[in-house]
């Protein structure tokens, strides 16, 4: 903490860690991800998602824009409890799929206050930002592509802001991974589809069992995932679970809903519309879900488990 801007020690204070690089990387980072692309190790279908990702460009109304400040804040483990055939059912929901906005909100007014008395403008920046953690020195890679800082392990939201701060110091520095990673292999060992593997570093991530559950319910799982890989709501914790640097932060939890069983149903039965259907969105959307995922993701969990 000591020699680190004032701005960023004030979050630190608050449990938000931050790094800064400058805004001359932005075309190093887009150009990192353009050749995975090319190389054909990113899919298509996630290319239409996130490819503005890849051509990243500080909005036209910031040409004043000198850094981008990058910063993670610690998040729990959901868990929402679905009543189903007289069974209580208590499902997971990993970190960084809830409190987006909230999350953006309060790192943002953390940084108005740690830059005080100066300010600065602050616009949010839809980047790869795992890499431009890493790049920024903040965080390291797991041999499972998900990125670690130490003493909060991987449990962890990133949101990235570009500023006019202009920075003494520029963090851009080399990939890396963490030490342990190049002996142990319990991520590989633990991930129920084999995306982890030792012929390469990056995940493959058309096996990612995450990868197919965040589609919508209409894309079936393909036949070779079979019920017992599933182990969350949406998303996977497998890897992260296994992982020994995150063993202290596995244990928080956080109970975020709990569904009767006519809400149960309704939801396996997977016909949506109208006022119901919004109401029941509404309390999924405080677990970071919505609509989109059921009753696929459900029915794999409660389904041959009562
Ligand atoms: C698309 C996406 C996905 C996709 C694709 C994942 C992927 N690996 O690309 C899917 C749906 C599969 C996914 C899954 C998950 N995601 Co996601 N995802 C994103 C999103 C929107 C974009 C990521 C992206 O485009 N990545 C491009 C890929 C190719 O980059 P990469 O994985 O960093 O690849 C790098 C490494 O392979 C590395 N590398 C390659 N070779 C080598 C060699 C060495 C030696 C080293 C050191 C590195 C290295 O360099 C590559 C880049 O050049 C971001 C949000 C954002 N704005 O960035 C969230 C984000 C990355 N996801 C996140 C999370 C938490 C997850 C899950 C853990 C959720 C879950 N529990 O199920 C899983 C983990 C899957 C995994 N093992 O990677 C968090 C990461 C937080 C963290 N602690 O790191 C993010 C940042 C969301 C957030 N705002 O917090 N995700």
Known sequence: MMGSPKFIQH??????????VSIDHLEELSAELGALYEKGLYPDDLFQLYGHYFNPRVPA??????????AATPQPILQAKFHWRGKVHGLTIPPTYFDNRKNASFVRRLLRE????QSHRLVLAKLPI?????????????????????????????????????????????????PACSSCRLCMKA???????????QVHIDRCLTYMNEKKSSEVFPGWVSPSMHNCLVGCLRCQRACPYDKDAVDWLELRGEFSESETAYLLEGRFSGAKAKKIEARLRRTGLDLSVFPRNLEVLVSGRD
């Not at 953690?133 to 990133?158: C, D, E, Q, W």
Request: charged share 20%; proline share 6%.
């Open 191 to 201: 991930c129920p589809t084999g995306a982890i593997s030792d012929d390469r570093f």
């Open 130 to 178: 795992k890499l431009l953690a890493v790049r920024s020195g903040l965080a390291m890679y797991g041999k499972n592509n998900v990125t670690y800082i130490p003493g909060l392990g991987s449990f962890y939201r990133l949101v990235a802001f570009y500023s006019d701060y202009q920075s003494p110091v520029d963090n851009w520095q080399e990939r890396r991974a963490l």
């Open 11 to 20: 979050l630190e204070r608050h449990g938000v860690y931050a790094s800064v």
């Open 61 to 70: 109304n910031f040409p004043g824009a000198r850094s981008i400040i990058v």
């Open 114 to 117: 740690g830059f005080r008395p």
